[in-house]
């Protein structure tokens, strides 16, 4: 276990359904990020918060919404998402000066 | 920008050979980098990171690699491969030349991996 939990573990979901990823940490990391990982493809940062605020938004379709309510919990909001969405989304957190970060299990999420 | 690559989709090793992984990487300045591993059905794993000092860095699991300035490189090593090494591993840089906010996130990118899979 590395501190980084994420529900669900699976989840499917059709193109007009609306879904939400959760992530949490106590970890004490101020900092929270989004991944998805697709095969044979480098893992792509999708969005980053810093103390709730979010620094980065890597050009990522609005039919993907994130949340940050707290430095100890992340959202990632779905709705009318693509088949070519599917994928494994990978939660992370990191403290200041650590170097290193501490990733979730992931949730895989298949769209139907 | 940063990249990073891992020439070889899939390496198999028998049981108790050495092992390598290879990752090359392009920075504009320093970089730090990174060695990952994910397990099936699991998240990401951190094994070891180089930041400054020793060019050899020694991680978890007795993984080390090997910090090429010259080669731009970052080779994951291991001396006597397991079973229970096989898995995915990941490869990432963080250029320094980013700016760093005062928060310290991390702006990691990935290689796509490097399916490893030691035979009995």
């Known amino acids: 276990e590395t501190g980084v939990t994420q529900t669900p573990r699976h989840l499917v979901m059709g193109m007009t359904n609306k879904k939400s990823l959760k992530c949490e940490q106590h970890?004490?990391?101020?900092?929270m990020y989004w991944y998805k990982q697709s095969a044979k493809k480098p893992l792509e940062l999708m969005f980053v918060?810093?103390?709730?605020?979010?620094?980065e938004n890597n050009s990522v379709p609005s039919r993907f919404s994130p949340e940050c309510p707290n430095s100890s919990h992340l959202f990632l909001h779905l709705h009318t998402l693509q088949p070519e969405d599917s994928a494994l989304y990978l939660c992370?957190?990191?403290?200041?000066?650590?170097?290193?970060?501490?990733f979730g299990q992931g949730t895989r999420l298949t769209v139907v | 920008a940063q990249s990073v690559a891992q020439p070889e989709d899939q390496v198999n090793v028998a049981e108790g050979n050495p092992l390598t992984v290879k990752c090359t990487y392009s920075v504009s300045g320093n970089p730090y980098l990174f060695w990952y591993v994910q397990y099936p059905n699991r998240g990401l794993q951190f094994l070891l990171k180089y930041i400054t000092g020793d060019n050899l860095v020694k991680g978890s699991y007795g993984f080390e690699a090997e910090f090429n300035k010259s080669q731009t490189s970052f080779h994951l090593k291991k001396p006597s491969a397991l079973v229970s090494d096989s898995a995915l591993y990941f490869c990432a840089v963080r250029d320094t030349s980013h700016p760093v906010s005062n928060f310290g996130n991390e702006k990691l990118t990935f290689g796509t991996g490097t399916r490893l899979t030691i035979i009995p």
């Open positions: 992370a957190s990191s403290r200041t000066g650590g170097f290193s970060a501490f």
């Open positions: 970890l004490g990391h101020n900092a």
């Open positions: 918060y810093n103390f709730k605020e979010q620094t």
